[in-house]
């Protein structure tokens, strides 16, 4: 499971963990299975959140 991490401020600029983009700013996020802090970009925080919700996939 993933959540935001509400105690650690936004970065600035800066490379995506996920996607690799340089952007202007990345939100710290938790990964709760393996207790890692990665700063993603907002892209990839959205398609995060969207596999988590469909995680059987559309037809599941």
Known sequence: M???????????????ADCG?????????CDETTKV????CIR?????YQRRQFEAGCCG
């Open 37 to 40: 802090v990665r700063e993603v």
């Open 2 to 16: 993933i959540s935001i991490s509400s105690d650690i401020d936004a970065v600035t600029a800066g490379c995506c």
């Open 21 to 29: 983009q340089l952007v202007f700013r990345r939100t710290p996020v």
């Open 44 to 48: 990839c925080l959205v398609l995060t």
